[in-house]
């Protein structure tokens, strides 16, 4: 029987095909970073860092690096797309990085513990922040969970005030990046999203950065810096 920790991580790659994914495409290519025009389609993106664009406001997820990108296909063409169509040159390496999927950048924001190392926790408000150093604390992976009982450090402020009775909650950052994925499918009209790219290192340390694209429109490059 599988283990209750890879039950979670199951669940959680399986809810990220039931969301209904994307972000509001903009007006035109021209107002991303960089292009790929091809005869079929034309691909544009943005590169976000760590950032996760959450609409009140926005989410570091750390050990990825976030692209937003549109696909624009060209008048009556219908093309399938797909994250696999894509990779990133990270500083001219000759092996490209390939897209994570939402639901694992999902598991690991709601349950940071998977990955043990130091973490810093920042609680409080301005003029009354503290700062702790420390292992994450222990998440419930289901109800019952005995390591959810450990003892824990003090529960940082949440980031997201609320917004008061009758008010829309916002959406939890594990549900918005699978929310927030680049479409995939048969896509008849322009579409956007983000790709999570795997990446530890600094990002200072990134000199140049190239996102490929190979799919059913052909295949090219789109350089970013």
């Known amino acids: 029987m599988p283990s209750p920790r890879t039950l979670a991580l199951l669940g959680a790659l399986a809810l990220s095909t039931a969301f209904p994914q994307g972000l509001p495409p903009r007006a035109r290519p021209d107002d991303y970073q960089a292009r790929l025009r091809l005869p079929a389609i034309t691909i544009a993106a943005d590169y976000l860092a760590r950032t996760v664009p959450l609409p009140d406001s926005p989410f570091t997820i750390s050990n990825y690096l976030v692209l937003e990108v549109a696909v624009f296909p060209a008048s009556s063409t219908r093309l399938t797309v797909a994250s696999n169509h894509f990779s990133l040159r990270i500083n001219g390496r000759k092996t490209p990085v390939l897209p994570q999927a939402p639901g694992l950048v999902a598991a690991q924001i709601k349950y940071p513990d998977w990955e043990p190392g130091p973490q810093v926790i920042v609680g409080g408000s ?7 150093l420390g292992p994450a604390p222990p998440v419930e992976r289901f109800p019952g969970d005995p390591r959810g009982r450990r003892q824990r450090l003090p529960e940082p402020v949440p980031p997201h005030r609320d917004p008061g009775p009758g008010q829309p909650q916002p959406t939890p950052p594990d549900e918005f990046v699978q929310l927030a994925a680049l479409p995939e499918g048969e896509i008849p009209l322009p579409a956007a ?33």
């Open 126 to 132: 301005l003029g009354d922040a503290g700062v702790i």
């Open 193 to 225: 999203g983000l790709l999570y790219f795997a990446f530890k290192g600094k990002t200072k340390s990134i000199r140049s950065l190239e996102l490929l694209y190979s799919g059913p429109a052909g295949s090219g490059s789109l350089r970013l810096f």
